[in-house]
Every structure is written in C-alpha cells, then in structure tokens.
C-alpha cells in the first residue's frame, strides 16, 4: 500500500512495528512504533501517559514528512 | 536422552458404558468426559461427540487437536507444567493411542478457529480427518472473557486427553520405537564424520490467545533456548493460540512434530540430531532482534553444520523466520526454512511478507488463498454460522444448502509449516 | 480433431545454420523435423497442418514485419493450438519462438505452447506471459522435451486444468499452484538440508521474490498548511464493521467520514484485523489510528487539515497485490481531493 501511495505521488510516511517488513516491501519513510496490536499506544500505561507517547510519534511522522529523503529511511528519533 | 514410545493402535471409537481400550478400539463413557468437562465452573454447558474417517461429519470451529498419551516409565507426566508437575520429561517409556484424538471446538474469538472435514475435499487437506476424534462442544458461562474461555477450553482439551491416555497405561503397545539423544559430547565421539544438525522451532507468542507454552511458561517470555527432541513428545510444548487454522501448530503437531520425527530417522546415518532450539514470535521488534540472536548465538555454540527451520503462522513471522535464517546463515551455518504462502487467490501475488537472499533453501506448505469448495456434509459439529468470518471465509462462504467456498486457511493444519503435509506449491 | 500449427527455425528445418539465419519466413504443409516426433506424440488426437520455417537473423532484425507476416500465414489455417519450436539454448530461436508465441496469444486468442532450456534469454522475457516447457540445453534433449510438450500442448487445447509448474514441466510463471508431493514437507526439508550440506545441486520449492522499489516523494513544504490523511492496513473500522471487511485476506477497503469525530472510543470503533490480538485496539482505536492527536495538532494550528475520510483495510493474510490494488484506487482519490501528505499505519 504504501508504495502505491508513494507512485500516486503524495508523500507518505509508514508508522510500522515490524521495520524490516516495511524496508523489505520498500517504505521510505519509516517511523518505528510500540507493538503490533498497540502501535500507538501502551496499555500498561496511563491514558495520559499513552496520549504523549502517541503525541511524540505523530510529532516524528510529521517531521518525517518535511524531511527530504532519497533513500529509504527511518526516524529513530 | 532416550525415549520409547509404545504405539497402541486405535482404529475406531465408540461411546460405551465403561471407557477402556479393546481390540484397537477405543470405548468412552461419554458421561463421565462430561462430568469431567463440568468440572471447570467456567462451562454452562458440554455436549461429547465422535468423528471418524468417512463419516459425513464437519466439525467448526475447531481450537485444539490433542493426542491421548500416558507416561508409563520415567520422570514426569504429560503435559509438564501445564497438567503434570514440572519434571523434565523425555525418558522413559510413554505410551500412545495412536489414530485417536480429542478436539476441542468453541467460538472463542469467532474468526481464528478452524474447520476440520471427515470426508470429501476437506478431508484431503486435513491430516486430522484420518484419526478417530472425541470431540468436546463446551458452552462457556455468561460473560466469561474471551481469554478466559481459551484456557478453560484448553485446559478441558488435556485433562481428556490424559483422561483416555491412562487407559493405555497397562496395555501392550502394537509396536515400539526408541529415540536417543546423545551429550554433545558423546554425539561428538559418536558420530565425528556426521554433519551436525538441529532444529529450531519457532512458536508462535503474538500475544493474548496467540501463545504457546513450554512446560507451563508462556513462549512469548523467554528467551531462545533449548529442548531434548524427546521433551516434546512427551508434550513439553502446547498450543494455546487462536490463529488462521491452516498454519497454527496443534498441540497434536508438536508431540508428533514431524521435522523431529524425520530427523530422527537419518539420525547416525546422514547426519548427528543434536537437539531442537525454541524461539519465539513476538510482537516488539527489540524481541525479534533478540530472539534470532540467540538462535543464531546456539546454533553456533553447538558447533552446527545445518538447521530446519519451522515457522507458525504468516505476516510479520514471516520477519522472523527470515532474521533466523539470516543471522543463522551468516554464522556459516546451513538452513532449509519451513514456511507456506499467501499468494492470493490466483496465486499470483507475492507469498511472504519478508524476504532475503540467504533463504536460498525453502520447503513450502502450499497458497493458504487458494479457494476450495467444501460440501455440504450430513453433520455438522459445532457452529457452522461462522464459515463468513472465519479467517479465509468472506461474506457469501456459506452456502444456503451448507456447502462452503472459502480459502484453504479455514482448514484446520492445511499448510502446516512443520511440513506435517505433502501438499507443497510451485 | 485439433489442428496445430509449428514454429520452427531454418536449422531444425534443415535448410542449413548460421549461414541461412537470414530467410525470410514460409509456410510447409507436409511434417518437417521435430514435428515427425510431435505427430507421433499427438497421435490421432491431433495433426500439424502447417509449419512455419523462419531465419532467427531474420525474425530477430525485423521483428514487426515478421510478426506480422508469420500471424497472416497462422491464421490461413484456423488453428487449435500453436507450438513455437523447443529452442533448447539456442538464444535468438528461444526469443523468437517466445515472442511470437505471446503474440499469437494476444492476437489470436489461442493457446500456445514453447520450450526451452531454462537460461535461455527469451526464457525470462517470456515465461510470465506464455507457458514456456523446460527443456535440456541442447537438441539431444528433443525426445525429452516432446515428452513433456506433446500433452502439455493438448491439454491446452483441450481447455484442461493445468497443474503446478512441477508437475507439468513448464517454467515457473509467477503463479503459485497447490499440489500433492510424493514426500510430506519435513521429509523434504530434511533431504533437502542433506543436498545443501554435501554440496549438492538441490532446488528450494520458493524462489525469494525481488522487491521493487519507488522513488521517495519530495518532502512536505509546510507542515502547517498542509492537509494530511490517514490509512491503516490495522483494520480501524466503525463499531460493527458495517461493510464487513474480512478478518484476513481482505477482498476490500473501507472509507469513512471522520467529519466532526475528536476520539476514537470503544463505543464508536473496532478492530477488523484476525491477526492481531484485537482486545487492545477494540479498547482504544487511537492505539492505531491516531486521529484524536491529529484532531489536537489541528486544533493548535501545527496541521492543516485532517481529510475528512480515512482508509482501511485488513493487511492479515491479504495478498501483495490486492493491497495494491486497493491503494492505488484510493490514492487516486486522494489526489483528487487534494491531500499534501498520507499517515500510513499497520499493525
């Protein structure tokens, strides 16, 4: 999906659990997130607790999207 | 370590007034299973019925597939930590109602049980339709959670078992086999010419009613590590997952694994079994990392020429199966991986969701997305209401005269990938 | 009985070698050269009743022409059936008889029927496109490859089911067939780690696939006036999954209005997806589809806009390329409705 997305040429950033999946079927950008049934969030934490985790990772994609990139790559931080 | 397995041999089963075992044939007192069943107030209800090959029987949807066994001689009992106590187990004599077994079904998650035919197109594809089958509708109580409901059902599923399994405690087995697992040390001055080979099994942990459990611990908490082949037989690992029928390990897979089983057999001849390698699928990436770490680190601590390779399930397993034959091949040792495909319904798609050079060696178990019409049979066992939602069903798979069209997926151990099946793809 | 028509080049027709490449194609009506073992292969199920005789210089440097020609002299005899060669590892034979083959199935809506040594160049240019038969690299392996061909070829015309690649002997084309093996698949693998151990030739039953690649999209101007959507293949759907998307191998996606919606609760949304532990999601559908942060990002001006529709699918078991299929439609939308840049998350 995310290639189509990328060939349709609209900038598109992945938010995946399972990075090598997502550079094997060729993402660009990539944002790793928490877990796969809870990408982005935790549980063991508080609803607040969650929402910042959550906030920061939005945060990340977003900038992800205002980076130009020419390969593919992933926003650690 | 050494194990004898004593095969009683099991070639029809009927309800009676005692249950015992006479001329291959399995009697129950379907009474007694239930008070047994009934025994776990978290059931309203249990209905027992019988399955056997031929009969115009299916059974949906279908969670477990256990096989009866007894621990006759030697430590422990089946099903350590789970049943039993936590005792090693592996040696000894242990005897088995071969042909038999007890299947549990319920609608538990709705969507990750399987179908199990006794005859017609889906029998083909199921090894299970070959065996004579206790099985056990259990009705669970209000409100109980689904998780709950899983072990509950789980739990009915091994006392059963275990409950027919003594009734071969006493009883001459039609035939023996032996299983020996040499020290690493005596393996090494045994066999210095043979290729040393092991097996890592991978066991599905993605989570609640997504898990499998070693000797009672949950495989999604441990780290790699390893078993005698002979542990397993006496049922050290379990099922306790709800996942697309086709590729999930029974609990029947793992104590007849066949990767073991055939490994065995070459075993002083072609090549030296050293021992079987447990890793697990789990959901963070960090676990991945480590999980195939440490199954690449002993595979080179047991100084291995080649590995097998088993996988459990489809999607991001697929990352982990080809992290344990990357990291496993990059030590210079061999690897053939087991695996199976969802190359869509025309077979064209791509199979596996990862991929990498170094898996230059794999066995499949065939295209889960190919469509097979099943039909309508006599009796059905169970709910056959939830053919449409059933992972590999799709809105219209049940036809009004009860016949299905839906993907091999549904079919309980169609595509296993322990390599249980002869069916394959190209 | 079903009429055949043969490709064969000027050495199999014994017109000579490199030094008549050049002819120009014509038709025989009487058997000529691999065709005597074919005949006899068909029995009386069917007969060749043409054969067409071209240089391989010639085909290859004027190829339109050709075409054109060998179809016009095709279509004189009202085929059943086409077979183009086998052209072993003959290079400029095997594309010949590969491309014409494709094009009289396109043109002439036929079944055709080639084969060639597996390293032929016209091999992986054709074997997608049209049933290529696996042969040995040179003519010695003719009887061999009749042996394959011949029933291949009439079950073809016969509109029979064909089977897996390795039953039937042709190259494998991309699709995947299910079939029963002689050994179960731990059997196999064992043998086949016996094979990789002791250096022996052995063949893996999937080759891995090539990925392909897309060039990354120029980088967003200005976040702050952008309009962002969101996709999942995580399964986010309304409470009740009213377009019923399946919980694996999805046939479908989903769009819907989030016009207005600040939170996803337990109440209003709901996991689809069968492969995942859903109990998590169904709680809190924000775990995987973070509207209620973009909602806030919008409200504090560090957005745009979040497009009024998300899309959804189950990723579960669904194949590659209905995924694909999937995006493509809905990126198509996309672009229609103006969308600076897409959020994409999967469980």
């Known amino acids: ?36 049934p809870h990408p982005l969030g935790n549980p063991a934490l508080t609803m607040e607790e969650e929402k910042d985790i959550r906030r920061n990772l939005v945060a990340r994609a977003l900038r992800a999207l205002e980076t130009e990139v020419t390969e593919q790559t992933v926003f650690e931080k | 370590m050494k194990l004898e397995l004593g095969y009683i041999y099991i070639k029809d089963i009927q309800f009676a007034e005692k249950s015992k075992v006479e001329n291959g044939t399995l009697y129950v007192n379907k009474e007694e299973i239930k008070a047994l069943v009934m025994e776990d107030q978290n059931f309203k ?223 002083g001849k072609t090549l030296n079994f050293v021992g079987v390698i447990i890793t697990n ?69 791509q199979s ?28 059905v066992i169970g709910y056959t209401s939830v053919a449409d939602i059933i992972a590999g069903g799709f809105s219209g798979s049940l036809h009004e005269d009860g016949s299905i069209t839906a993907e091999l997926q549904v079919i309980t151990g169609a595509t296993n990938e322990m390599g249980f099946n002869k069916l394959s793809a190209r | 009985m079903i009429k055949v028509v043969q490709y064969i080049n000027q050495f199999f027709a014994n017109v000579g070698g490199e030094e008549m490449a050049h002819i120009p194609a014509e038709v025989r009506t009487e058997i000529v050269g691999p065709g005597l073992a074919f005949q006899q292969a068909f029995k009386d199920e069917a007969k060749i009743v043409a054969t067409i005789v071209c240089g391989d210089s010639y085909f290859n440097e004027n190829l339109e022409e050709a075409k054109k020609t060998i179809l016009e002299m095709i279509k004189e005899y009202n085929p059943d059936l086409f077979i183009a060669g086998p052209a072993f590892n003959a290079g400029r034979y095997g594309v010949a008889c590969a491309t014409i083959a494709a094009e009289v199935k396109e043109q002439l809506n036929i079944p055709v029927l080639t084969g060639m040594y597996k390293e032929n160049p016209g091999a992986d240019m054709f074997k997608n496109k049209v049933y290529i038969v696996s042969t040995k690299n040179s003519a010695v392996g003719m009887k061999d490859a009749v042996k394959k061909m011949a029933p291949l070829a009439l079950k073809l015309a016969k509109g029979e089911k064909i089977l897996s690649s390795a039953e039937e002997g042709y190259l494998p084309n991309g699709i995947r067939v299910n079939f029963f093996e002689k050994e179960r698949g731990s059997k196999r693998a064992v043998n086949m780690l016996l094979s990789k151990l002791q250096d022996k030739e052995f063949e893996t039953e999937f080759p891995m696939p090539d990925f392909d690649r897309v060039e990354p999209n120029k980088a967003v101007k200005d976040i702050t006036k952008a309009k962002i959507a969101l996709v999942t293949s995580g399964g986010i759907v309304p409470k009740g999954n009213p377009d019923h998307i399946e919980s694996s191998s999805a046939s479908k996606f989903g769009k819907y209005d989030i016009d207005g919606v600040m939170d996803l609760t337990e109440e209003t949304y709901e996991t689809a997806h069968g492969g995942y532990d859903p109990v998590y999601a169904n709680l809190d559908a924000d775990r995987v589809l973070p509207v209620d942060i973009l909602r806030e990002f919008e409200q504090q001006g560090k957005i745009g806009s979040l497009h009024r529709y998300f899309y959804t699918t189950v990723g579960n078991g669904t194949a590659v390329k209905s995924s694909k299929a999937f995006a493509a439609e809905f990126s198509k939308e996309l672009k229609q409705d103006g969308i600076d840049a897409v959020i994409l998350t999967s469980t």
């Open chain 2, 281 to 349: 699928e789990n959901v963070y990436l960090a676990d991945k990392e480590r999980s195939s770490d440490w199954s690449a680190k002993l595979a080179e601590f047991l100084g291995l020429d080649g590995v097998i390779i088993s996988q459990e399930g489809f999607g991001n397993p697929d990352t982990d199966l080809i992290m344990n034959c990357k990291k496993i091949e990059a030590k210079g040792i061999k690897t053939v991986i087991i695996t199976d495909e969802y190359a869509g319904r025309d077979g064209s798609s």
């Open chain 2, 45 to 267: 209800s249990v209905e027992v019925e019988l399955a056997k090959p031929g009969d115009s029987t299916r059974i949906m949807p279908v969670k477990d597939v256990i096989e009866p066994r007894v621990k006759v001689e030697g430590p422990g009992g089946i099903f350590p930590g789970m049943v039993s106590k936590v005792q090693t187990v592996g040696s000894g004599k242990t005897h088995v109602l071969k042909g038999a077994a007890v299947i549990t079904t319920g609608k538990i998650v709705g969507f990750q049980e399987g179908i199990i035919d006794m005859t017609g197109t889906g029998a083909e594809y199921t090894p299970f339709s070959k065996l004579n089958n206790l099985v056990l509708v259990c009705q669970p109580v209000e409100g109980l959670k689904q998780h709950e409901h899983e072990k509950a059902l789980r739990f009915a599923g091994y006392k059963i078992a275990i409950h027919l399994g003594e009734l071969a405690r006493t009883l001459v087995p039609d035939e023996s086999e032996v299983f020996e697992t040499p020290t690493v040390k005596e393996g090494f001055k045994l066999y210095p010419e043979l290729p040393r080979v092991a097996y890592v099994l991978m066991l599905q942990s993605q989570g609640l009613m997504h898990d499998t459990y070693v000797y009672g611990v949950d495989a999604k908490q441990s780290l790699t590590t390893m078993l005698y082949p002979t542990e397993i037989m006496d049922g050290a690992i379990v099922s306790g997952n709800c996942v697309s029928a086709c590729d999930k390990n029974t609990t029947y897979h793992h104590i007849n694994n066949p990767v073991i089983h055939d490994l065995f057999s070459e075993h």
């Open chain 1, 1 to 36: 999906m995310v290639k189509e997305i990328e060939r349709a040429g609209i900038p598109v950033v992945h938010m995946c659990t399972v990075v090598p999946i997502s550079l094997t079927v060729g993402a660009n950008r990539i944002v790793p997130t928490i877990a796969i």
């Open chain 2, 352 to 379: 596996l969701a990862d991929a990498d050079v170094s898996a230059n060696a794999v066995v499949t178990g065939g295209n889960a997305n190919e469509v097979i019409n099943l039909p309508a049979l006599e009796k």
